[in-house]
């Protein structure tokens, strides 16, 4: 490994999956959201408004995306400060039901703490509800750690970003 002992990993085409940031537009985002609304707990339209959200995410969030023949299939939407560059914040996780299980999620989750971390962050935080145990094993699976509870949420924290060696910093090709 040369420069670092951190992994390289260029993504093309996996199984059909295309791996890229920013690409979304804020249609794609309201339309892939109100595609997974029903996948969240609670529901994610019982907490906010779609088009609004879809609208703040283009606008301020850093986006990871999974592609499939031009349908945003995956997307984790991140705040990253750089004001502060101490902590990030996942504000979305979502996969379209038919893409589930296939490992998009974790390779958008690494490419989130490459990003963080390529960027000087050392830390990431998220919410997600007590309740979702699949999302909770697959944030644990990654290190986040329960940090607390509070009305039903769980809030969870990666940390030592800095330092991890395992931390994946991706490069899109579009």
């Not at 940031?21 to 595609?35: S, V």
């Not at 907490?47 to 990871?64: E, P, Q």
């Not at 962050?121 to 997600?128: A, G, K, S, T, Y």
Request: some cysteine; hydrophobic content about 45%.
């Amino acid at each position: 490994m040369t420069q670092s002992s951190y992994a390289w990993e260029i993504l093309i085409n996996i199984s059909n999956i295309q791996f890229q940031a920013q690409k979304a537009t804020e249609n794609d985002i309201f339309c892939h959201l109100r595609e997974c609304d029903s996948n969240f707990i609670p529901p994610l339209s019982s907490r906010v408004l779609l088009k609004d959200y879809a609208r703040k995410i283009f606008k301020k969030a850093v986006t990871f995306e999974a592609w499939s023949d031009g349908v945003l299939v995956g997307l984790i939407a991140a705040y990253f400060d750089i004001s502060d560059n101490i902590s990030g914040y996942i504000t979305n996780v979502s996969i379209l039901n038919s893409y589930m299980k296939m490992g998009i999620a974790g390779k958008l989750i690494k490419h989130c703490m490459g990003y963080a971390k390529q960027h000087g962050f050392d830390e990431i935080r998220l919410e997600v509800n007590a309740s979702n145990n699949l999302a909770i094993q697959l944030y644990r699976k990654f290190g986040f750690m329960t940090l607390g509870i509070k009305d039903d949420f769980m809030l969870m924290s990666v940390s030592g970003l800095k330092d991890r060696m395992n931390v994946v910093v991706s490069v899109y090709v579009g």
